[in-house]
């Protein structure tokens, strides 16, 4: 970095996650503690392309720390995936005098901003905000631990009436690569059974182990699925597979969708927020750039972008282990 | 009645609904209250059938006023549609000394209450718990409040992820033949248009709708559809029909399923299930019999089952209104 | 009304309460609705008298119908109790040409609006808004229900720890001179006795209601006391007096204060907000001033402003045997 | 450890925290899974003493990993203080045939669990269980992630109030000798400034603050103080110095009180308690003992107890800064 940095921007990008708003507050208010200038850009690369920018003062995020969504917006930008358009944006944050960027986003958003550095020289620094918790180089995404209240509070819901009736659900919640949020609210919820992306589980598995619970007593069970579960077979397929072949289970499916996304943030996910925040806008006026600032073994801890983006956050063997003992 | 009531036999049946359990407690500590014994009966009319039983004094009931479900609970039965079977129930009733019935359930429960009493000259109370609130002779079912808030909830946790990505909504909500959750919910969650199957809104009343919306800059909407909605699609259907009529929706579908049956009651609902409960027992011991309580003009009243079962709870022609002009 | 009123302006005043925010959204949009402007004055009184106005067309409402507290901000007034304040509010208004008003707030709010409109026979009209529920003409104020389910939520927390525990609590709520909230609530949660303002229960009573659980072996209870408790002891008097008489009892104290008034409005009050908005509007364009909307036997209904102030908001004497009954 | 382990109990002890029934659900599934026997133990070590035992097998914890507080109930027992009944305890164990403890709780439950250990050479096997996080040996103890959402909750609704009337709040949460979750909540909530007992701010420091907060147009603030902190006032009499010297702050006070101790734990929570309860009895198995089990850099880990009890979790420094920036 030859030229101090006096004005950074920061986007959020990709699909929202709670924590986004927290994080914007942030890098916003970081920014003012060390006297640089802040600008917000609306619906992440699009907005860059657009020159839809905002001066954001620290006053400008008062109140919303506790807010679901993004209030910079979020969207997906084809333009931004032709050189075309990567200069159209570096020519607007030139103009408007922005030095370096924050991105908040998963593994797209990445990779859009590692491109951009490597193109224009520009420094970047990603922060990872995604529920999925899919990102290489942090043990925790913002919104990761807000989507698994949501989650379990669902699940609790849906037990009431399974419970009362004696039903099985099949719930579907999201990850499509990445059974994280399944395995950690399928023990949270006390699932009977947790299928993910990561480990074929078989349909023979799935039928011995609601054998076995029936067996048992237990005649309410809730199985909770990946929605990018290697079984080969999506929820509704999964109801009538069980049906068809434990005839005595009354089956139901329930598909979260989108409100896993949306929600007022957990107290986890705002000050982690805070925390990486701070790290990103503090490594950029340190020179450093094209890194994801992240949460590693409960510190701050930075990893190049391109790590980030081609490494994959690993399922716990150890969860897997205490999800089998606690359906015992 | 020529006979003084002694013991009381209490039960849930059909869909379960918060507040379940609160109107469970207030019948056993009526009981008590009144120094009769109360008797649980499991599972419905099943249990009834099977002779499934419990004493319940009022310490059994404690801690159970916030739980979601039935701790008794619920099942559909299809011998209690017999002769033979509601024979077989009146023996036990009798073996267990039983003097009279309180039912808390739906349509289809009161109406094997009604037969079960015509049959058997038994004295039977019934306590209207549902959350689609479609009963006729109360305003109030047992757990629709919960439900309703419940769905509000979901839905601000949609909008933030709608807002942040200006993307269209489809939410259904539970409601097969009233639109009472749709409605209710769909003005409290400020959506943009609501779908019940009291009115047939029509097709292009909702892509006019959309289009307005869409002109006066409101990038991002909720529609509210019920169930049983008289569009004549569903939402999957319509999330198709609206991307090929306007292809500059991004349209996302949410079906909030059985979660809306669950839950810890809402302080509306425990307090409604506490005054039902004690007015179907001391209606009992003042003689009446066939009667469903229910909340009329915020009063605790009694309507006879018959028009309980043949009436219709009617949607609030004001509320329409209401929500039209909420959406201007 | 000799003249047609074409501009209305909004004000939240007094203490604020959940479902302000959708009440003022529901006046907006009412205005829009009908082709009349609206204005917002900001915080109460206080701002009608600074000019503080703000002009509010059916967008700038947008994402508020979820939101506690109020975005007009509230106030109390003292320059608002002296004819020149009034003087010089009217002549705001007069210059602004706002030529009537919505006034949400409760006893002292309305009390303001009925003068000013006796002052310069100016059209008011009045919305409940008050966590308290004691205004006369109306069973439900805005923000009561939520308070009532932020109350009991409070309650099943402080119960998971006295349970686990065996302590008794006494846990004191809102309601200075109305003890709704304290019976409801204490309902709901199921308090083991509750002190309210409209009825002197005595000391005696509740050590003998303390025995008698005790001796039932119910070892760990909640006592609600609403502010205005009659019985002449604060919270921690009474945890003292308690631990005197009954030292076998561990005794705990907790306020739930002021959160009793914010958090995310329930459906309930979102409704009615949505509701009482839209007959205040339509009340005003009718000619009809110097009344407040309520809800009275579930209808939307109007009650002289002066009666709203004067009347009292009663208990229900059922409630209160249902309460001595739940607590057998 | 000379003899094979065939029988563990376990109890709860100390000030209860959402997630210990999660953990006793643990701990008696991961015997199950390994073929022992599992015994719950009433009331701490009271009900050691006392021989207050219950055979638990796996569909006895059914249903409860989601509640708050302890279905084994918590105490503090001075009887365990003296040899004698420690005696006595250790004979109850030995009758009952149970050969090692799980011991759920913080500080002054370690402390006896060594010392039992030391003159029985008993294995026991601690897990942490309190919300105030203020064991060494652990980043998170149980209940402490629940906490803080609860109180971040509490504080926005606080908020909403706070906002609407320019108030500024004294909000006391708890944690006597360690300021965790005053700093965390209060970076959570966004609050203006925080007092925790590690660090004396001082009283020209908190007016400072509030002054520059004033004049930077900010009129609502929350000031987050720990029960412990080190400014030498409680929340009561900081209010009553603002006033004196701040006079145009209105300001109010909240203790948030031992709802912080309950309600259903958060994801975080259920799945920490359930692999620490399966390391608790694994290492028991493995003929380990006199240990707790914690979790330290995302990885379950082994403390010894003895280090457990002297060590002390310190505040991190990073969060204090965090702290001083977002305050910006």
Partial sequence: MSKAIKKIGVLTSGGDSPGMNAAIRSVVRTCAYHNIECVGIYRGYQGMIEGDFKEMGPRSVKNIVHLGGTILKSARSKDFMTAEGRKI??????????????????DGTFTGAEIFNNEFNYPVMGIPGTIDNDIFGTSHTLGYDTALNTVVECIDKIRDTANSHNRLFFVEVMGRDAGHIALNAGIGAGAEEILIPEEDLGLDRLLESLEKSKASGKLSSIVVVSEGDKIGKNVFELKEYVEENLPEYDVRVSVLGHMQRGGSPSCFDRVLASRLGVKAVESLLEGKSNYMVGLLQDKVALTPLEQAIKGSSKIDEELLRVSDIMTT
Avoid at 95 to 100: F, K, L, Q, R, V
């Fill in 89 to 106: 944006a570096h020519e607007h944050l030139k103009n408007a005098g922005i030095d370096a960027l924050v991105v908040i986003g998963g």
